[in-house]
C-alpha cells in the first residue's frame, strides 16, 4: 500500500520542511503503516514563527468585519467538506465515521461562536466618569498563538482553539497530535480557501522537540494545550517559565453516580455509548459507573447486555459502532488493566481482552469491557484507561458517591442519573468537577460556554473556547480620556488624582 508524505503548512502552503526525522503514521482498524509524516527541526519551527509573527501583525490590523467574512466562509466550507474530514478521521484514528463526522459538527459550533465575536468583544465604556473624563475598556490580540492537540480529537480539538485565536486577530501555529495528523492540513487548506491571509494559521508536525520549541520560543505569546496530565503540567511549567500565557487541558477519571430511582434502562444505554463510544478514547467518556444501593445489580446485568451487544470493526463500515485503539501500546494497557483488576478481585462481567475481527486480525482491537465490584485502590480505577473499560463501583449513598469523585485527583466531566432533582441539586452544588451533566451523560458545554475542568484536568486560569477562549486570546486594555474645550481650566496636582 503507498504510503502518503505528510508535509508542514507553513505560510500558506505545503512544506516538507528540512527536518530529516519522519514518524510512521498507522491505520489502527489494519495496522498497516499509511503515511510518513515530517517532524519539523529548529529551522522549521522558527520559519513557521517568522511567518506567523508578520502575519499577525497585519492580521491584526484588518477589520472586524472582514475577519468575519472569512469566519463564515470557512464555516461553510468546513460544512461541506464534513465527510471529507471525518474521512481522515476515521482513516487515522479508527473511530467509526458517523462519530468522525460528529467531532465536525462540534468544532463547527465553536466557529459560528467565532462568526459573532464582535457580539462579545464589544468592550465597555463609563462616560463622564470624572468631569470631562470617560474611561472605556477593549481588547487586543495577544500576537502569535501556539496549540498544541491530542489524538483522540484530531479535529474538534484544533477547533476549539483556532477560530477564536484567529477571529480574535491572532496568527495560530497548530501542532497537532503525530498519530492523526492529516486532518489538520485539509483544515489549513479550508482556512486558505476561505480567504485567511498566509501565516495566520500553520500546522507544524512534530513529538516533544518541536513542542519544546514552541514552549520556550520568545515570539510566542500564548500556549493551548489540551491532552495528558503529565504532559499538561510540563507545558503549564515550562511555557509559564517562559513568559507565555498557558491554559493546559489534561486527562480524566469521569464518574456517573446512577442513583436507585433513576430510569436504569435510559442510564444503561447512555452510559454505554458515553464508556465505549470511540473506543472509550474521550476525555469526556465515563469510566467509572458509580452504583448507589440497590441500582447496583440491574444495572450491572443491563451493562453486561449491552456491552455483549456492539459491534466492533473498521469505522467504515456502516453497522460498526466501536473501532479500535490508537496503538497496540493502548490496547496492551487495557488487557494489562483488565488483567490486574481480576486478580486484584473485582468481577469480569464482560470481557474484550481477547477480541479478534475477522479479516482485521492485524487492528488494534479490544471489545467492550465492564468491571463490576472495582475498589479505588485498584489500579482499574487510579489510571487513565482511554479505552472501552467500564468500572462500576459500588457504594450505599449519594454522600458516598460524592466523596469518592471528590477524592479522585482528575475533575473533568461527571453526570448524575436520578428521578429527584433534590438529589441532582445536592450532587450538582458539592461535586468538584468542571463539568456536570444531570441525566445527561457527556456534558461537553455548547460553545457558547466554556470548556474546563478542575484539579489535575486543568493547568492555567482560562477554560477552553466560549467567552474564555476570548479572554484567553486577548489582552484588555483600559483608556482614560479627556479632550479639555480650549476655554476649560483643568489644574494639575501634586496630589494622588482622584475622582
Ligand atoms: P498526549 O499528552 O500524549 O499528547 C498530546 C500532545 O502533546 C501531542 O500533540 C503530543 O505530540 C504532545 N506531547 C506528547 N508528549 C509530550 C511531551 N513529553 N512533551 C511535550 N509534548 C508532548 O495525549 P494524547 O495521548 O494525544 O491524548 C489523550 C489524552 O488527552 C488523554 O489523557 C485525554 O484525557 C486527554 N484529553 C483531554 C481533553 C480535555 O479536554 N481535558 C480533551 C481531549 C483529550
Redesign the pocket.
Known amino acids: 500500500m503507498a504510503v502518503t508524505e505528510i508535509t508542514h503548512w507553513i505560510n500558506g502552503a505545503e512544506d516538507a520542511g528540512s527536518g530529516s526525522r519522519r514518524q510512521e503514521v498507522y491505520n489502527p482498524a489494519t495496522g498497516q503503516v499509511t503515511g510518513s509524516l515530517h517532524l519539523a527541526d529548529s529551522n522549521d519551527l522558527e520559519k513557521a514563527v517568522q511567518a506567523a509573527r508578520k502575519a499577525a501583525d497585519a492580521w491584526s490590523e484588518v477589520s472586524m468585519s472582514k475577519r468575519m467574512q472569512v469566519m463564515f466562509k470557512f464555516r461553510e466550507l468546513v460544512h461541506a467538506h464534513t465527510q471529507d474530514l471525518a474521512a481522515l478521521i476515521t482513516a487515522e484514528h479508527g473511530k467509526v465515521l458517523s462519530d468522525a463526522a460528529g467531532e465536525v459538527g462540534r468544532g463547527l459550533e465553536v466557529v459560528e461562536f467565532a462568526c459573532a465575536l464582535p457580539q462579545t468583544l464589544k468592550g465597555e465604556y463609563s462616560d463622564q466618569f470624572s468631569t470631562g473624563i470617560d474611561v472605556y475598556s477593549f481588547r487586543q490580540p495577544l500576537g502569535v498563538v501556539a496549540g ?6 484530531p479535529v474538534m ?1 484544533p477547533l476549539w482553539m483556532s477560530p477564536i485565536a484567529i477571529a480574535t486577530g491572532n496568527a495560530f501555529i497548530l ?5 492523526d495528523p492529516s486532518a489538520s492540513l485539509l483544515l489549513a487548506k479550508l482556512y486558505k480557501e476561505a480567504g485567511l491571509p498566509d501565516g495566520v494559521f500553520q500546522v507544524l508536525h ?3 522537540e ?3 520549541g514552541l ?1 520556550t520560543h520568545e515570539q510566542i505569546d500564548g500556549i493551548s ?8 503540567q ?2 503549564h511549567q515550562t511555557a509559564t517559565a517562559h513568559g507565555k500565557r498557558v491554559q493546559a ?4 477519571k469521569n464518574h456517573a453516580v446512577v442513583m436507585p430511582d433513576a430510569d436504569l434502562d435510559l442510564a444503561a444505554d447512555h452510559l454505554s455509548a458515553a464508556a465505549f463510544g470511540s473506543a472509550g ?4 467518556a465515563i469510566s467509572v459507573a458509580v452504583a448507589v444501593g440497590e441500582a447496583a445489580d440491574d444495572l450491572v446485568q443491563k451493562l453486561g447486555q449491552r456491552a455483549r451487544d456492539i459491534k466492533v470493526g473498521e469505522g467504515t463500515q456502516p453497522d460498526v459502532e466501536m473501532g479500535p485503539l ?1 496503538t497496540p501500546a493502548s490496547r496492551e494497557r487495557v488487557q494489562r488493566i483488565v488483567t490486574e483488576a481480576e486478580q486484584d478481585g473485582a468481577a469480569v462481567v464482560v470481557d474484550g481482552r481477547d477480541l479478534v475481527v475477522e479479516g482485521k486480525e492485524e487492528g488494534f482491537f479490544v471489545g467492550p469491557t465492564v468491571l463490576d465490584k472495582v475498589k479505588e485502590e485498584m489500579s482499574a480505577y487510579q489510571e ?1 484507561i ?1 479505552g472501552p473499560v467500564l468500572a462500576v463501583v459500588r457504594v450505599d449513598s449519594l454522600e458516598d458517591a460524592i466523596k469518592v469523585i471528590n477524592s479522585n485527583p482528575y475533575g ?1 466531566g461527571t453526570a448524575i442519573f436520578t428521578g429527584s432533582g433534590n438529589a441532582a441539586r445536592t450532587f450538582k452544588r458539592q461535586v468538584t468537577v468542571g463539568m456536570v451533566g444531570v441525566n445527561v451523560p457527556i456534558p461537553v458545554p455548547a460553545a457558547q460556554h466554556s ?3 478542575w484539579k489535575d ?2 493547568f492555567g486560569d482560562h477554560h ?1 473556547y466560549g467567552p474564555d477562549g476570548v479572554r484567553f486570546y486577548t489582552r484588555g486594555k483600559v483608556i482614560t480620556e479627556r479632550w479639555p474645550h480650549q476655554n476649560d481650566v483643568v489644574t494639575a496636582s501634586m496630589n494622588f488624582p482622584s475622582h
Not at 498544541?148 to 480529537?153: A, V
Not at 494545550?225 to 499538561?232: D, E, H
Open positions: 498544541i492537540t491530542p489524538f483522540n480529537f480539538v501542532k497537532p497530535s503525530e498519530r512534530g513529538d516533544k518541536t513542542v519544546d514552549l494545550f489540551v491532552g495528558s496530565t503529565p504532559v499538561a510540563h507545558i487541558l489534561g486527562g480524566a478514547e474521550r476525555c469526556m490508537i487513565e482511554f473533568n470548556f474546563g475542568g484536568s486543568l477552553i
